[in-house]
């Protein structure tokens, strides 16, 4: 049985812009979509809120989640784990708006089947990049990896936006305006 609620996914490579998306879309649209609050092991970044941002887990705690059956969807990213709740998808329906999800292509290829197969429609939009130099830059300019870690998520992205044909849009974040007015389509569009 299908339910009512669209599920989105948005995607694509670490230092794309999901996030920076989705805050302007939440900023205008917070009374039809909610952010799934995903679950990781990974230490908080400053700023961060547990339970805001993520709800950060020990490695211990993560796979008890997992052995209990509360996490929907998780993988190891990074050498930390990120997944979501049965819990909190039902948290959002309950207060009748779509959830979206932002994950990696990883989380991506688990999560869709999933939902799908416990009645969800699903929406999906990979967001690339304009050019690997300018998401080089976009990482740097976080501030947040060493050199090290940067070149890690940068061969990992040239791998993940070779899954952009899985998605059922595609949508480059080369203006931070059209890329929110072109994923803004897509999600209202059914609505």
Known sequence: MEKSHTVFILSGPSGVGKTTVWDEIRSNHSDRVEK??????????????????????????FEAEILSGNMIE???VHGNYYGSSAGELDRIVSHAKSP???VDPQGMAHLKPELMRRGYRVSTVFLLPPSID?????????????EGALNIRLANALVEMEE???????????????????????????S
């Open 164 to 190: 952009k044909d899985f998605y059922d849009h595609q949508i480059e974040n080369d203006c931070l305006e059209n890329a929110v007015a072109k994923v803004s389509a897509v999600m209202f569009a059914r």
């Open 74 to 76: 998780y993988a190891l």
């Open 134 to 146: 300018e998401l080089k830059n976009r990482l740097r300019g976080r501030g947040t990896e060493d």
């Open 100 to 102: 979206v999800y932002i």
């Open 36 to 61: 799934i609050v995903t679950t990781t092991t990974r230490a908080p970044r400053p700023g961060e809120t547990d339970g805001v941002h993520y709800y950060f887990l020990s490695k211990t705690e």
